[in-house]
């Protein structure tokens, strides 16, 4: 999250007001990430206190939006833990705001972990695989919009800013990404919305009652609809490697996958493409993170990542690839 567009208190609280949200009691800029203008907001109704996240799209339009946020309605209404968006008086999710597409969804409780336990990567194993099944009838469809088309496109544009050792792996991998593609395998693999970007930082836990919870996923702008072996690969590159090196985590990797395999078992052709969607996951957000550190846009908040991280864990990926092979996937 970040802040690209300003808000004041007196243009939030009039919106909240028009959402029946209550009166705003406090807010404050976001600024993990990238994507988007994000604020925290709390109001007070009817002597309680609620709290909400004001998002403002950057990229996305008004006719791409109803997809995540209507997918959010719809895995929250078959019990999935996501935020739920607030309609406003006409009934739409999303809305015009400061010139902006926006919408308003309910803070989740808790806090992220981000340094997570095998305890932790078979909580998200199983939510990640519930998610996958309760999307299966959701009746929208929107590509993946950071899929191989978006690195066939992005690739040449971040090139000129990389040194030769990087643009070699940066091309190689991405050919080897589009023979993968053309593959029937491929091609065969089961698909449906995904989340795409469910890192460490996108899910919320509590142990309040002294035992582990995960009280919510967020942050679905990335999703659209792709192989769930891909989605699978994106959490399994964040949740179950070492960050400093991004050497692979065997426990916490098997932890996550019996979890997930406990709810969805994967077929044969997944369990046979994992190494190559885990190479995949690893491209496609060293591309972004390139382009996001090179090409940024103007924000009064942001963070921008490390590109060289994802650069690190696709070598690890490249150079052993056996790793995820190395364990028995079904519980």
């Known amino acids: 999250m970040a802040v690209y567009t300003e808000v004041s208190t007196q243009e939030a609280r009039a919106l909240l007001r028009q959402l029946k949200l209550g009166e705003l009691t406090a807010m404050q800029g976001c600024t993990k990430g990238i994507e988007n203008t994000n604020y925290f907001v709390s109001t007070e109704q009817g002597g309680e206190t609620f709290d909400y996240v004001l998002t403002l799209f950057e990229r996305l339009t008004l006719a791409q939006l109803p997809f995540y946020l209507r ?156 192989s769930w072996l891909f989605d699978l690969a994106v959490c399994l590159n964040d949740w179950c490697i070492d960050l400093d090196t991004g050497t692979h985590d065997g426990e916490r990797f098997q932890s996550f996958l019996r979890a997930y395999s406990a709810v969805r078992p994967l077929e044969s052709a997944e369990r046979a493409l994992l190494p190559a969607l885990l190479r995949a996951a690893a491209l496609r957000f060293w591309i972004s993170r390139l382009w996001d550190y090179y090409l940024p846009r103007p924000a009064s908040l942001l963070q921008p990542h490390d590109p060289a991280h994802f650069e690190r864990v696709l070598q690890q990926r490249v150079m052993h690839p056996q790793a995820a092979n190395s364990l028995e996937m079904q519980p």
């Open 71 to 226: 997918l959010m309605k719809h895995l929250a209404e078959r019990g999935i833990p996501v935020p739920e968006p607030s309609a406003n008086a006409r009934g739409d999710l999303v809305f015009e705001f400061k010139a902006k597409p926006a919408a308003v969804v309910t803070r989740l409780r808790g806090s992220s972990e981000l340094s997570p336990t095998p305890a932790h990567c078979a909580a998200i194993g199983t939510t990640l695989a519930k998610m996958h099944l309760a999307a299966r009838d959701f009746p929208l469809s929107q590509p993946n919009l950071r899929g191989l088309a978006w690195w066939n496109e992005t690739v040449p544009v971040v090139l000129p800013h990389v040194n030769p050792t990087q643009a070699a792996l940066l091309q190689s991998e991405l050919a080897y990404q589009n023979h993968v593609a053309a593959s029937s395998a491929y091609a065969a693999l089961p698909r449906g919305p995904i989340h795409a970007d469910l890192f460490r930082d996108n899910v919320m836990f509590d142990n309040g009652q002294g035992q582990l919870e995960l009280t919510g996923v967020f942050d679905f702008y990335f999703a659209g609809v792709d």
